[in-house]
């Protein structure tokens, strides 16, 4: 079950238990069920640590995955960090969402060819392939070693890399290098805006 | 931040200026209420009544664009009043130190201001030396051409009857706010400010923070427990990814990055290791030439040898002085002369100002390559409003990648500490690491340029790929351990042996000799020499019980939790506040936090200044590193309400960088557009909500995009509550659903009545769909002389009902 239709149910519990009385509705129950079962597999889900993806402020989660399915079932604050203390706002409490239950995410590779009005599945290795070309391609066409005064510059003036702080340091660190080595100077992310 | 989360608990007066902290840190906010809870009084300055302010013991609104005017007041206030901290101002600020006979400032500009080249020749903007080269001070403060004298003739002007004007906030209101806040200047009571994008986002962004910075000088609130300048960053490792540099004008660990001017190692080191005369000056970045030589060999390893300037020669060289920030980038694009272009986890069609010239930009690349979690307005440009697919030829790749908690990493928090988080499960489908998605471009360029040949292939040959990756994948502890940095050689420093492959514990050991590297200074003791990561420490301990938790992850540097912390002692070491003594020198040793800097206190034999970044030792009232002056100077947004700046006959900042494309209509003072408007987040969505848009729980409590408005102005427009209107400014134009509410109220600004609306920039047009788009349609193509970030947060618009 979804939290979202736990809330939604919880929302309807109080009229709920007055048709229950009546042996009308036995939707809550069957709700409270399922929340003892996910409850019954918290406890044997293997726990890890992480940290929200939304502010700097950076409280403490504690996710829960299933055993069986090796998947994700629980996102709840880690009482224990100082910081936090269990608590998160509304977008930390909804980390869940960003997990694979959630349909919009994205699972495949999906190039547009130019002028194309869709996307098409690829895989990795075709897509590395192409854009390492592409990147190949550009730098050394347009590679300045020397720039009008005869200085050494050593760059690249038409590509340009952005992004981000939502990833995490040693993979920021190793765009700075990756992006370097290409000869980058117009390199960029949200820091700035 | 200088401090940390916790320690704002301990402050007695908290300024939350350019912040909606209860809203978009909203968990910082359990330790604004601890203050409270303590006796400590709220402030909150802002356009709009919000939830912070609702929890405020005192709420004054002013207008977007004039915090400059509002703290120019203060520091006024603060000064006539007497209301400094008198020891700390003269031992460890440059307000004794004798500005240069020269140098002066005159109807809002200062001297060495060139129009042609829209910026200043600073050669005045010095001290007075005697035949030494040691400044001259007067430390009663006396000499009409100290520092502190030169601080107040230049604030004379900002009277509350003109800082009222401009801001337009009531007289009596300035006077409440100065007066809460400067009764923090004693050694008893601590104060501190909190900003965010409030403060940065606009044409004098970073002198606004120099504001606040003098403001926490004058009162001694800087080093010490609950006090500090207190960025709350607004992205969860913003933090981290300007530490390590995604940005042009530097390199890892704040080290300037090269300049065609400085065509060798030597001159390059000599450029960013200032010197100093001031013997009691630490000066730590006289060291940078180790960091840079230790970064170096983490990028190049053994092909970097002394030989080969440590293959100085390979990093990219950008000209002096030429701007190549996201704005720039963009006017350049649109030019059509960038072809191809990464954007890895943002989302620029939404995120940058003026998002029409971005979307079109988009379309003249040849290529874009997207790396993220949920598909957006930046991947799927081709297909957004206006655009006809069949007329782009841009190919677009758009890469899965994994969510945070499908990773193992680490993130960096506002307060400096670097936490390390867990892969809790594998991700789903085809999604990758991003730091994985690289090491596969990496490769197959090496594989390209191998077998292959072509342009100056060294760099991309010899920049590490074993660094980042175990049996082939990528392994963020390994990249962790690099940027940490290790010991290349058998060495003894100090006496103490370090085994080649140990990790160094302390970036006080780097050395330019290529015995080291460091991929990052700032975060070298983030492993132990034994190679354990501090950053996944949970220890509890609190020594001084004060909440430093010295065992929870690693805070850069070396662990340091209150920067600046030796300035809150005395200069004998003793503490200013012995009831929150965050550090105190004892028995010939320093007890608490990680000192900011070894050597002891000024006083005492040896001893050294507490502000070891600074050159001279001390922090500067007077500053004349930045491009648009030593001292913060109110100037108008470059889209104002009024066609005169009331304080000078300089209408905006003279040191901006102005654009000039077609899609860069401005309208300042015009008739048209007479709102004055502002932007902002909610506590539902993050950024433009590229993320958060794709999550029913979210939606559900923010769908769409509004526009907030005050009763006044709703009732002169016509307007209602849930209306559906237009807002437009010189740019763009955008629809979306009125909301009329008391939290915006008219200012009066110069004698006449001036409203002011705001809109969230958390929507874009890809999904829910009809739900609105991006309020950066509407903003200009500009930014901050020093930082370029764009001024997001003033600029004017007009509302209209359909
Ligand atoms: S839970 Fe909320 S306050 Fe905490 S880090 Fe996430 S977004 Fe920030």
């Not at chain 2, 003269?90 to 400032?105: E, H, I, M, R």
């Not at chain 2, 010189?730 to 008391?742: D, F, H, I, Q, S």
């Amino acid at each position: 079950m979804r939290r979202r239709q736990f809330l939604k149910m919880s929302c309807v519990l109080g009229a709920g238990v007055a048709l229950c009385g009546l042996g009308v509705d036995l939707v809550p129950i069957e709700a409270w069920a399922d929340e003892i079962k996910k409850i019954d597999r918290l406890k044997s889900a293997r726990q890890t640590m992480s940290v929200c993806c939304y502010c700097s402020v950076g409280c403490g989660l504690i996710c829960a995955t299933d055993e069986k399915t090796g998947k994700i079932i629980n996102i709840e604050g880690d009482p224990e960090h100082p910081v936090s203390e269990g608590s998160l706002c509304a977008k930390g409490a909804g980390i869940f969402q960003t997990t694979e239950a959630n349909e919009h995410r994205l699972t495949k590779v999906l190039y547009r060819a130019p002028n194309s009005d869709k996307w098409e599945e690829k895989s990795w290795d075709w897509a590395i392939d192409r854009i390492a070309r592409l990147m190949k391609e550009e730098r050394d066409k347009s590679f300045i070693t020397k720039n009008a005064a005869g200085q050494v510059v050593n760059r690249v003036e038409t590509l340009a890399h952005m992004g981000s702080s939502n990833l995490d340091n040693e993979e920021c660190w190793s765009i700075t290098a990756w992006a370097r080595s290409l000869g980058l100077v117009y390199i960029d992310h949200q820091a700035r805006v | 931040m200088t401090n940390h989360w916790i320690d704002i608990q301990h402050s007695d007066c908290i300024l939350i200026q350019g912040s909606n902290a209860a809203e978009n840190h909203p968990i910082s906010f359990k330790w604004v209420m601890r203050a409270k809870e303590r006796g400590a009084k709220l402030i909150h300055v802002d356009p709009r009544f919000t939830r912070t302010s609702s929890k405020a013991d005192f709420y004054a609104p002013l207008r977007s664009g004039t915090d400059i005017a509002f703290l120019g007041g203060m520091i006024k206030y603060i000064i006539d009043n007497n209301k400094i901290f008198h020891d700390y101002v003269v031992n460890y600020t440059n307000a004794p130190f004798l500005v240069d006979g020269k140098f002066g400032f005159k109807d809002g500009l200062f001297t060495g201001y060139d129009a042609d080249k829209r910026g200043y020749d600073k050669s005045t903007w010095t001290y007075q030396k005697d035949a030494g080269g040691i400044i001259l001070r007067d430390e009663t403060l006396k000499n009409p051409r100290c520092v502190y004298q030169m601080l107040k003739a230049h604030y004379a002007r900002y009277d509350l009857k003109k800082v009222s004007s401009i801001t337009g906030t009531p007289e009596k209101d300035l006077k409440t706010v100065y007066e809460m806040f400067s009764s923090t200047g004693t050694k008893d009571r601590a104060g501190t400010i909190m900003y965010a994008l409030g403060q940065t986002h606009h044409t004098v962004g970073v002198q606004n923070i120099r504001a606040l910075a003098i403001v926490q000088l004058l009162l001694g609130n800087i080093g010490v427990c609950g006090g500090g300048v207190n960025a709350l960053r607004g992205e969860p490792n913003v933090q981290g990814s300007t530490d390590h540099a995604l940005l042009y004008h530097y390199l890892p660990g704040y080290l300037a990055a090269p300049r065609t001017s400085q065509q060798t190692l030597e001159s390059y080191i000599k450029k960013i290791t200032p010197s100093t005369t001031e013997a009691k000056s630490v000066n730590w970045q006289s060291n940078y030439g180790k960091y840079a030589v230790s970064l170096l060999k983490s990028w190049y390893g053994d092909a970097a040898t002394k030989d080969n300037e440590f293959g100085y020669a390979w990093v990219p060289k950008a000209d002096d002085g030429k701007d190549y920030s996201v704005m720039t980038l963009f006017d350049v694009m649109y030019a059509g002369k960038i072809k191809g272009m990464t954007v890895f986890g943002q989302n620029p069609a939404c995120s940058i100002p003026n998002s029409n010239k971005v979307r079109a930009a988009f379309a003249k690349l040849d290529w874009m390559v997207h790396l993220n979690i949920f598909d957006n307005e930046t991947a799927s440009f081709w297909k957004g409003p206006g655009m006809d697919p069949a007329k782009v030829k841009t190919e677009v790749f758009l890469l899965p990648a994994s969510a945070s908690v499908e990773k193992a990493g680490s993130q960096t928090n506002s307060g400096r500490w670097i936490q390390w988080r867990y892969e809790a499960t594998k991700a789903p489908g085809d999604c990758i690491y991003a730091g994985e998605a690289i090491i596969r471009i990496q490769n197959k360029l090496k594989e390209l340029y191998k077998k292959e040949g072509g342009t100056f292939p060294e760099p991309i040959l010899n920049m590490t790929s074993d660094g980042l990756a175990e049996k082939g994948g990528y392994d963020a502890e390994k990249v962790a351990k690099l940027i940490n940095g290790y010991f290349l050689a058998d060495v003894e420093i100090g006496g103490k042996q370090y085994k080649k492959g140990d990790c160094v514990p302390s970036f006080a050991l780097l050395q330019a000799d290529g015995t080291t590297s460091s991929g990052n200074w700032i975060c070298a003791g983030s492993f132990a020499q034994d190679g354990k990561n501090l950053m996944q420490r949970r220890g509890k301990a609190d020594p001084t019980g004060l909440g430093l938790y010295p065992e929870w992850s690693f805070a850069w540097p070396v662990n340091r939790r209150v920067l600046y912390n030796r300035a809150s002692c005395d200069p004998t070491g003793k503490p200013y506040n012995p009831k929150r003594a965050v550090l105190e020198w004892k028995d010939g040793k320093w007890v608490g936090d990680v000192p900011d800097g070894a050597p002891p206190p000024l006083a005492a034999e040896g001893g050294k200044l507490p502000f070891i970044m600074k050159p001279d030792g001390v922090s500067s009232l007077f500053g004349p590193g930045l491009g648009d002056g030593p001292f913060p100077e109110h100037y108008e947004p470059l889209e104002s309400p009024l066609a005169r700046n009331l304080m000078s006959a300089q209408q905006n900042n003279p040191a901006i960088l102005l654009y000039n494309s077609d899609k860069d209509m401005v309208a300042s003072a015009d008739a048209r557009f007479p709102i004055v408007m502002t932007t902002y987040s909610s506590t539902e969505h993050w950024c433009t909500g590229a993320f958060t848009r794709w999550q029913t729980w979210l939606t559900e409590a923010m769908p769409q995009a509004y526009v907030e408005m005050s009763e006044e102005l709703a009732k002169e427009k016509g307007i209602k509550n849930g209306d559906k209107v237009r807002v437009e400014s010189a740019r763009g134009k955008l629809e979306c659903v009125a909301m009329v509410t008391p939290r915006f109220r008219p200012f009066l600004v110069n004698g006449k009545t001036l409203h002011q609306v705001g809109m969230p920039y958390n929507y874009g047009w890809r999904f829910p769909a009809d739900n609105g788009d991006s309020a950066n349609l509407l903003t200009p193509t500009v930014g901050d002389a020093n930082a370029m970030t764009p001024e997001y947060k003033a600029f004017m618009v007009n509302v209209v009902k359909v």
